[in-house]
């Protein structure tokens, strides 16, 4: 089906993806329009080998050659020069691609398949949660696209990782499904873009996606709880009652016991694992129960919990601080 110019949604080891032949133009073309994708968001390529990223790049540094190495198949994204073989439409006109091989068999097998490297954005319509099942994907663009891989849940369930390999300086555009930690530890320091700690702020095109455009929002309003651990129970109650109050229907999702909350619907994380894995679920099942505004507390931004608040603050409608 991606040999012929047609889009397949299938599982990854972090979202469900919407699959398309990286090299047609036409093809690349459809997934904006399915989504309602702004044209200036890059897609990222995907791969099934290490050895197909040659063709596609100008060149591989030395640093993003030891990350190929330590975390392909992988939750890791490397921008990288592209070549001119690399349609303008995958990568919004910029010189660079972005480009990863995914942990998943399913995908892997797919790719391979296909005998083209394959642009895979979420199965989604663009700005919503990202898909985690194959009914989520079902939920957004049933019968939009020509077919759809039921594989079950993702397994790690934020995106991946974006790294700016294209200079010796590395940098994190978007943090994912692999610890920045464990990035650091292969190939020292890595900078980051102030993006990732904040609401959109990039100009004109950026060089991976989820870095400009508000994001993973569900139809319900977020609002992201900040501050000192101590004070948060307080300020999320307080919020709590003055939304119950105007007769909105309130959820809460905390990473505490059960119990502190007088809230019509409460999700609780029991680790950061679980709560990267459940949270565009969480928001989705929230809509569906008919939840006007959603509650969540903030968590620490190390390990998963740097990609949490990221995904956050992009679907957040405000930010209270604690």
Known sequence: MV???GLVAFPTETVYGLGADALNPEAVKKIFEVKGRPSDNPLIVHVASIEEVYPLV???PEKAEKLMKKFWPGPLTLVLKKKSIVPDIVTAGMDTVAIRMPDNEIALAMIREAGTPVVAPSANIFSKPSPTTSDHVVSDLYGKIEVIIDAGATRIGVEST?????TDKLMLLRPGGLNLE???AVVGRVELHPAVQMMPIVNGPSRSPGMKYKHYAPDAKVILVEGSDERI???VNSLITRYKRCGLVVGVITMRKHGLYDADVVKFMSDL???AKGLFSAFREFDEVGVDVIIVEGVEERGLGLAIMNRLRKASFKIEKA
């Open 3 to 5: 040999k012929d110019g």
């Open 58 to 60: 100008k060149e591989v």
């Open 162 to 166: 974006v790294i700016d390999a294209t």
């Open 182 to 184: 464990e990035i650091e």
């Open 233 to 235: 129970v307080g300020k």
């Open 273 to 275: 694992n679980a709560f």
